[in-house]
């Protein structure tokens, strides 16, 4: 068994690019069952009344998109559904809300709803945790007043009667995680628990050990977990999209790395030199 | 003076905020939106700041032709023009766009998805059943690994949902803690910052 140990790790790389490939090409199609998470984070979505705004807060990266994108939007598809409003902002991550309006604005066109009228991308502004403490004292002083493109938000019919970020305004926050800033600290502690906005919150797989107390201690209302949650939700709203498309890979690296681990214990215990 | 000065203003930011913020006959007069103002102004200010110092030492590389003073060039060209770009044309130009969609994305997509060939090899070589803790490590991965993907649930039903109790219950209470104990340690080390009395931030030993 010491070729077990002694493999090449470029062998191990390419079965695994195969094994995605082949998947990418011939989906498996596996049954997804709902999480109590992902149920809990579509329940409190529909039970928000009809035309209420939600702050979108597009904490992510580039790196993070393949789990976050599918996230949001699944949720557009349900907040359009119900005419929620969005406003889709960051203070950490300069990507974050340009990625999500491409996303945003795909659904918006399928479904005929318009920017700036049913939702606005507020873009990436400087000042981190001040920017966000900003947002619910004067919101304009924190967007200065300008979109990501540098429209004015005052000539915008979706900005009407917005002044901050409060709850006589804003009926949810929807938060990502997938480092710092993000959901612990900076949707949970600067805008939802100051304002008293129920939070929900989109977080990538490696990032759920973190967020799972928050939500166990019910300062989350929901959390989305992955991609696998993502999947979940695509599935609730009807919407197959790329997170279920990932989860047959994602089925056949986890069977493909569990076997690898057994094999290269099988190998150790069987040329591992016995103490004398 | 090199140190004293930024340590004096660094107390009186510290006071501010706190006497602006926790003080409610204070926190009426707006002093603390004014302050975040401020911040948002001096912290727009780190990126000139960024952009000066990379042209400082790529500058130098290139006027130098020191070893790689290509990719230094690259940078600055990049750095430079996809600036003026999307100031010409705002971040969602045409050209920016395309640039960015077709460039950027893909580009960072890459690397991160090389993460997924170096976890592969890595938890063939790390995963071992050395000792009773690196079992117990091993096979809760393997667990909530297969747990997380529908296959879990495929091969024996229910394996989801004990994944979603070792999430839920060990590795909640685990987390708990730690996040406890840092918040603790972040306040303290604030605490600290605010009296004079950690000064590593200044440059040099504390």
Redesign the interface.
């Known amino acids: 068994m010491q070729w077990a140990l002694d493999i090449d ?1 470029r062998w ?2 390419a079965i ?2 195969i094994i ?1 490939g082949i998947v990418i090409i011939h989906p498996l199609g ?4 709902i ?3 992902t149920q809990q984070f579509y329940d409190t979505v529909q039970a928000l009344p009809d035309g209420s705004r939600v702050l979108v807060g597009a904490s992510f ?6 789990e976050i994108l599918p996230m949001i939007r699944a949720f557009a598809y349900q907040a359009f559904a119900k005419n929620l409003k969005l406003y889709i902002f960051d203070a950490g991550w300069t990507n974050g809300p ?2 999500a309006t ?1 996303v945003v604005d795909q659904v918006a066109k399928e479904m005929g709803k318009q920017y700036g009228v049913d939702y606005v991308n507020l873009g990436y ?4 945790s ?2 966000y ?2 947002m619910t ?2 919101l304009m ?2 967007t200065k007043g300008v979109d ?3 429209k004015s938000l005052s000539d915008m019919p979706i900005m009407q009667g917005v002044q901050k970020v409060d709850k006589d305004t804003f009926a949810l926050v929807f938060g990502m995680d997938i480092g710092t800033p993000g959901a612990t600290d900076a949707w949970l502690p600067l805008i939802s628990q100051p304002t008293g906005i129920p939070l929900v919150v989109g977080t990538i ?1 490696m990032s ?3 967020n ?2 928050f939500l ?1 201690a019910g300062q989350y209302k929901a959390m989305l ?2 991609s ?1 949650g993502a999947a979940e939700y695509e599935a609730l709203v009807g919407h197959p999209g790329p997170a279920i498309a990932q ?2 890979g ?9 076997l ?2 057994i ?3 099988i190998a ?2 069987t040329t591992r030199k016995k103490p004398a | 003076m090199r140190k004293e000065v930024p340590m004096v203003l660094t107390v009186l930011a510290g006071l501010f905020v706190i006497v602006a913020k926790y003080l409610h006959a204070v926190d009426q007069l707006g002093w603390f939106t004014v302050g975040n103002r401020w911040f948002q102004i001096v912290y727009a200010m780190f990126f000139l700041l960024g952009v000066v110092s990379l042209t400082i030492v790529h500058g130098k590389n290139v006027q130098r032709r020191r070893s790689k003073w290509v990719y230094s060039l690259i940078l600055l060209i990049c750095m430079y023009g996809y600036g003026i770009l999307t100031l010409e044309q705002t971040v969602d130009g045409p050209e920016a766009n395309w640039i960015y969609n077709n460039i950027i994305v893909p580009s960072d997509s890459t690397v991160f998805a090389l993460l997924a060939f170096f976890i592969t090899s890595a938890a063939y070589r790390a995963f071992r059943i050395r000792t009773r803790e690196a079992t117990v490590l091993m096979i809760t991965s393997v667990i909530l690994m297969m747990g997380t993907a529908p296959i879990g649930d495929t091969i024996i039903p229910g394996w989801g949902t004990l994944a979603h109790w070792l999430m839920d219950v060990p590795n909640s209470s685990a987390m708990r803690g730690i996040q406890i104990g840092a918040y603790l340690g972040g306040f303290a080390v604030a605490l600290r910052i605010l009296f004079g009395l950690e000064r590593a931030h200044l440059g040099g030993a504390s």
């Open positions: 790790r191990i790389w695994i690019f995605i596996l049954p997804i069952t999480s109590p998470d990266d580039v790196g993070a998109q393949g340009k990625l491409q502004k400087p000042g981190s001040t920017t403490t900003l004292q004067d002083a924190a990501q493109n540098g797989t759920v050990p973190t799972k107390p166990a977990d992955g696998r989860q047959d994602a089925s056949l690296a986890a069977m493909y790395v569990t690898l681990i094999l290269a214990n150790w215990v």
